[in-house]
């Protein structure tokens, strides 16, 4: 099984960009690499999801290594509302399965 | 607009009694999954449904009992074998794997509490 490991928490000042990485070193090659995110006590809202190359979306930047052995989602101007529980996920056969993450603290 | 209904948002019952949480999806999604989540954790994986009248057991289903018997329904019942049962609760969905990405939408939650 391909596992996800993320640092327990992160701060970043506002307006700053916010680089959340995760290491998922037993990755196989077809498996996407997912992030989600959770407000407190809200339902997790996906984010954006990649396979090999780098991927942009509004809301966030997803560079994955060339040996896919790692990713790092990048917020570039976090905001106050970006404070949140952020999943980094490698599927398992058919379903998801979420670690702990990492908390990012988004300050003044 | 298409999403997830979860209800109630909030469900107080005492020890021992069954509980069923309810979970409606109006995005023709095939697959549905229950999460359960504890203060500070991540979610872990209940059950989940490919399609209609199948199921697999998750990471912790003892405890736990689902059914599927129509395509936007996915009731999970907490059973009186559950030793813990206090807890956050998601439902969420997803297209039919069939390799490939699956992105999941998740609803707002339950939020059970047992006296």
């Known amino acids: 099984d391909a596992k996800t490991t993320q640092p327990p928490s992160m701060d970043c000042a506002e307006g700053r960009a916010a680089n959340l990485p995760c290491n998922h070193s037993?990755?196989?090659?077809?498996?996407?690499v997912y992030w989600y995110r959770q407000i407190h006590s809200q339902g997790p809202q996906y984010i954006i999801h990649?396979?090999?190359n780098n991927e942009t979306n509004e809301m966030a930047s997803l560079i994955i290594t060339e040996d896919r052995k790692s990713s790092t989602l990048i917020l570039p101007h976090a905001t106050l509302r970006d404070t949140a529980v952020y999943y980094c996920?490698?599927?398992?056969?058919?379903?998801?399965?979420f670690g702990t993450g990492t908390r990012l603290q988004v300050t003044l | 607009d298409g999403g997830i209904t979860q209800s109630p948002k909030y469900l107080f019952r005492k020890e021992g009694q069954n509980v069923t949480l309810s979970c409606e999806q109006n995005?023709?999604?095939?697959?549905m999954y229950w999460y359960r989540q504890d203060p500070g954790q991540g979610l872990r994986l209940i059950y989940y449904?490919?399609?209609?009248?199948?199921?697999q057991k998750g990471d912790i289903a003892e405890g736990y009992s689902v059914s599927r018997e129509k395509k936007e329904s996915f009731p999970l019942t907490v059973t009186s074998a559950q030793k813990n049962p206090t807890a956050f609760y998601l439902c969420?969905?997803?297209?039919?794997?069939?390799?490939?990405?699956?992105?999941?939408?998740f609803g707002a939650g339950s939020r059970l509490t047992v006296l």
């Open positions: 969420a969905s997803s297209i039919f794997w069939q390799g490939g990405a699956n992105v999941l939408t």
């Open positions: 037993t990755i196989s090659g077809n498996e996407y």
């Open positions: 990649g396979l090999k």
């Open positions: 996920i490698v599927r398992v056969e058919s379903k998801l399965t």
């Open positions: 995005l023709n999604h095939d697959a």
């Open positions: 449904s490919q399609i209609v009248n199948d199921f």
